[in-house]
């Protein structure tokens, strides 16, 4: 919840919000929401987040994107 309550507070800082990312990709606040929280995932909305704020969906939520590291087998 808290990283939730962060990401809020950097998009105010970046002049977004939810509804407005929401409504840039024609879906529900609800929906970017239950994404933030990790109550579903969304690519396509962790990425509108992740470029909103200027950074990569990997950085924001490293859990969602493991990095694969060793060869092949």
Do not use: C
Request: positive net charge.
């Amino acid at each position: 919840m808290a990283q939730h309550e962060a990401l809020k507070a950097r998009l105010r800082i970046a002049g977004s919000s939810f509804a407005i990312i929401a409504r840039n990709l024609n879906i529900q606040p609800t929906t970017v929401s239950a994404t933030s929280l990790g109550k579903r995932r969304s690519r396509r909305i962790e990425a509108a987040i992740a470029l909103t704020l200027g950074t990569t969906p990997e950085a924001i939520w490293p859990d969602r994107y493991p990095t694969h590291k060793g060869g092949a087998t």
